[in-house]
């Protein structure tokens, strides 16, 4: 071992112990290792940079804009709608659907997201079907885990051996290269979990934490609004069609429009109701009405309105919070309403929202809410659309915010132009499948496309990058360059070599992926791709053999963070809302990366030859 050598490794251990302890943050230390390996002499400052103009790292961040698209646009939350209605409170079936879904959808954007967007689904659905939220939360972050190993742009780990094998003048691996090995796992995944879910959630359900805020759920019940919601859809021969609200006079018939959604269901435009708002046949009107059911049959029949129906949740707000909320508001003491009644303060023409419970002190106030006088210190419950409700927070005058719920945390900004996420992401797909384009430049194209349709706004965009992320990636691509200099990278692959190249191939594999599963226990399975891409080469080289199979184990290796809940974010985010501990994780998780590793050394030699 060369004194060059030696510091690098002792570089390499300190950056580890720092990782292992959690101090400094992971991206402070990756700053520190670029600033202390140029000291050494070893590497220049430029190649210490390189990593910011690296095509990896800029396609990395590509892809978690084109992932904000698809979650400000509902598209990922539509596939938690709609595994809560299909799979109601059938667990295998639910269990299944949700690794599957999750799967997929990890494998076109960031993991972490996927599980962030999927917890509170899960907590929903187990609130409603009594299914402790432990025994779905830690098959949710096995799926998300097991995503990476679907597609090429899928997890950073893919990435950077991808780009490895570009360092070495290597084609590189295609978008699907990874799918044959990852829907075996995915299935292996979903078989073991419904077997090992027995094992998890004995704390019984554990409440949403995630706020303290009151919910939508809760106001319902609280100002007893749900025996007069309605939802009314304007059929072709109604006679309503054309005409302008102003003409219609419902509130004279004792109907409260709310709000109209108009459109296909995917590109659903919620629009907020004015005087001057024209019908048109299709049109599906939130309504309150303080009528008896006699009464509404009478006024439907006569407007041809086809009544639909609350939905799942039992309330049309709950299922529409996604466009519309509520808050709760009281007068200020300036403010010039009061006095007035509630028809006579037209609050919807000066803020866009509606009034719809009144509570004089802590009385809830049942018949004849309209005619109401308002006085100080009276709290009104207030419908609108979210952006509405958001304004609240800061344009003072006559109301004064006093809750805003939770729910205001899952409201979609850009929900109708999901049709235009999905097809930039077909677009995107298609140039990195076909190859008419290099991947960068194709998830470049992406991300302007998403500005240029709004589906993400500049802001966003630069709130849904995980700086952290890339600033670790760059900060550790140096050692790659540190230890094949000073010779580490070939001590280690003919260190691997002697202890195990007489009993095969495949033994190899299994160290190698046994070794890289094993490191990313305690550092960052990115960072651990940095550092075992170019060992696995060197491996390969030894044995005279093809470096595919051993760069995709190293690859599939970096994703089998299933161990304990600090191996990867997904796992961090489900120790909570799961009620697990360190040793849930290892009890289940180890197992099933034994299997990763068994399905791995049989299909990696057999789908990528060892020898070309």
Not at 285 to 291: G, R, S, T
Not at 390 to 417: K, Q, S
Not at 540 to 560: H, I, K, N, W
Request: some cysteine; aromatic content about 6%; hydrophobic content about 55%.
């Amino acid at each position: 071992m060369t004194a060059d050598l030696g510091i690098v490794l002792a570089l390499l251990a300190a950056s580890v112990a720092m990782f292992v302890i959690g101090r400094p943050r992971m991206d402070a230390v990756a700053l520190i290792v670029i600033v202390a390996l140029p000291l050494t002499g070893i590497i220049t400052m430029n190649e210490a940079l390189a990593g910011f103009s690296d095509s990896s790292v800029v396609l990395i961040g590509a892809l978690f804009v084109i992932g904000e698209g698809l979650v400000r646009t509902g598209v990922a939350r539509r596939l938690g709608d709609w595994l809560s209605a299909t799979a109601a409170s059938n667990e295998i079936k639910l269990l299944s659907l949700l690794m599957i879904a999750a799967a997929g959808l990890g494998a076109l954007m960031s993991s972490t997201a996927v599980v962030a967007i999927f917890i509170p689904v899960v907590l929903r659905i187990c609130g409603n079907s009594g299914i402790a939220p432990g025994r779905l939360m830690m098959p949710l972050s096995v799926a998300a885990l097991i995503s990476g190993m679907l597609t090429l742009v899928a997890t950073a780990p893919n990435l950077v051996v991808n780009a490895e094998l570009a360092r070495h003048g290597l084609p590189g691996f295609g978008f699907f290269a990874f799918t044959p090995f990852g829907l075996p796992v995915l299935v292996a995944g979903v078989l073991y979990m419904i077997v090992a879910r027995r094992f998890l959630g004995r704390g019984g359900a554990v409440a949403d934490t995630a706020s303290a805020r009151p919910s939508l759920r809760a106001w319902i019940e609280e100002y007893r609004l749900g025996a007069h919601a309605y939802r009314g859809q304007v059929r072709p021969d109604s006679p309503l069609i054309g005409k302008r609200l102003s003409e219609i006079a419902l509130r004279a018939n004792g109907i409260n429009l709310l709000a109209i959604e108009r459109g296909p269901r995917l590109s659903m435009r919620t629009i907020r109701p004015s005087a001057e708002t024209e019908l048109q046949a299709g049109d599906i009107l939130f309504v309150d009405a303080v009528l008896g059911e006699a009464e509404v049959r009478t006024l439907t029949e006569r407007f041809r309105l086809t009544v639909l129906p609350l939905g799942t949740e039992g309330s049309y707000l709950t299922d529409a919070q996604h466009s519309i909320g509520m808050a709760e508001v009281m007068l200020s003491p300036q403010s010039s309403l009061i006095g007035k009644t509630v028809r006579e303060a037209r609050l919807r023409r000066e803020s866009g929202l509606t009034v719809i419970g009144l509570k004089h002190g802590r009385t809830v106030v049942e018949d004849d809410l309209l005619e109401q006088k308002l006085r100080l210190g009276d709290t009104l419950l207030v419908v609108g659309l979210w952006s509405d409700i958001r304004r609240l927070r800061t344009d003072g005058g006559d109301l004064v915010a006093l809750n805003i719920p939770a729910e205001l945390d899952e409201a979609l900004p850009a929900a109708h132009r999901a049709p235009r996420a999905l097809a930039v992401l077909a677009l995107v797909v298609a140039m990195m499948v076909s190859g008419v384009v290099p991947n960068v430049q194709a998830a470049l194209i992406g991300c302007l496309l998403m500005g240029l349709l709004k589906c993400v706004d500049m802001a966003s965009a630069y709130r849904s990058i995980s700086w952290q992320s890339l600033i670790l990636i760059v900060g550790m691509m140096p050692f790659s360059v540190a230890l094949q200099r000073t010779g580490g990278v070939d001590l280690a692959a003919d260190a691997m070599v002697a202890m195990v190249g007489q009993a095969g191939p495949r033994v190899v594999m299994a160290m190698l992926f046994a070794i890289t599963a094993i490191l990313g226990l305690f550092i960052s399975n990115t960072a651990t791709a940095v550092l075992m891409a170019p060992v696995a080469l060197a491996v390969a080289a030894d044995l005279g053999a093809s470096p595919y199979p051993f760069a995709m184990t190293v690859a599939l290796a970096a994703s089998t963070a299933f161990m304990t809940p600090i191996s990867s974010p997904v796992n961090t985010l489900v120790v909570g809302p799961g009620n697990y501990g360190f040793g849930d994780f290892v009890k289940i998780g180890s197992p099933f990366a034994v299997i990763v590793l068994l399905i791995s050394v049989v299909l990696v030699p057999w789908l990528l030859p060892l020898h070309p």
